[in-house]
């Protein structure tokens, strides 16, 4: 069940990492401004915080039952 936990925060962790690379190589090419592509990294960084709450009250939730 721990080998199970580890891939899953495995793949979230290198998910985010791929994204925020894919945001850096946009702004190095000039794709987006330098202004929006911190706004994205900020808001990505606020999504995957956000649903970590949400997915951890969601558990707390069911373990009350």
């Known amino acids: 069940m721990k080998s199970k936990k580890l891939v899953i925060v495995a793949g979230a962790i290198s ?6 690379a894919g945001v850096f ?3 190095r090419f000039r ?5 929006v ?3 994205l990294l900020i808001s990505l960084l ?5 649903f970590g709450v949400l997915i951890a009250a ?3 939730i069911i373990k009350l039952d």
Do not use: D, K, P, S
Not at 15 to 20: E, G, K, P, Q, S
């Open 37 to 39: 592509g911190l706004l």
């Open 58 to 60: 969601y558990r707390l």
């Open 46 to 50: 606020g999504m995957y915080i956000g």
């Open 15 to 20: 998910l985010f990492a791929c994204l925020v």
């Open 25 to 27: 190589i946009l702004v």
């Open 31 to 35: 794709v987006i401004n330098t202004e």
